[in-house]
């Protein structure tokens, strides 16, 4: 079983900057795949950034140049950093991690943006 643990969500002015932070319960060197989600009211989840064992990494259109996701193996923990936020980017955010051959998720951290 693996525990995930999101932090660093909240209400940033558009224009700001959050990072999001995953706390993941083993060790990440052993997953095919970290990633970060997100959920808007009324909308399906969708990817937002992934980075694979190999450290290959994509984006969402909607977010590149803006989200930047990184991780720490030391830490065992997964960054989403989020700069030039945008209104529409107001969501619940979820971690993502896959350990073959199951899937884990978080349990969601609110970002909104709104002046």
């Known amino acids: 079983q693996v525990q995930l643990v999101e932090s660093g969500g909240g209400l940033v002015q558009p224009g700001g900057s959050l990072r999001l932070s995953c706390a993941v319960s083993?060790?990440?060197?052993?997953?095919?795949?970290m990633g970060w989600y997100r959920q808007a009211p009324g909308k399906q989840r969708e990817l937002v950034a992934r980075?694979?064992?190999?450290?290959?990494?994509n984006y969402a259109d909607s977010v590149k140049g803006r989200f930047t996701i990184s991780r720490d193996n030391a830490k065992n923990t997964v960054y989403l950093q989020m700069n030039s936020l945008k209104p529409e980017d107001t969501a619940v955010y979820y971690c993502?991690?896959?350990?073959?051959?199951?899937?884990?998720w978080g349990q969601g951290t609110q970002v909104t943006v709104s002046s």
């Open positions: 980075v694979t064992a190999a450290s290959n990494t």
């Open positions: 083993v060790s990440i060197s052993r997953l095919l795949s």
């Open positions: 993502n991690v896959q350990l073959w051959p199951l899937t884990y």
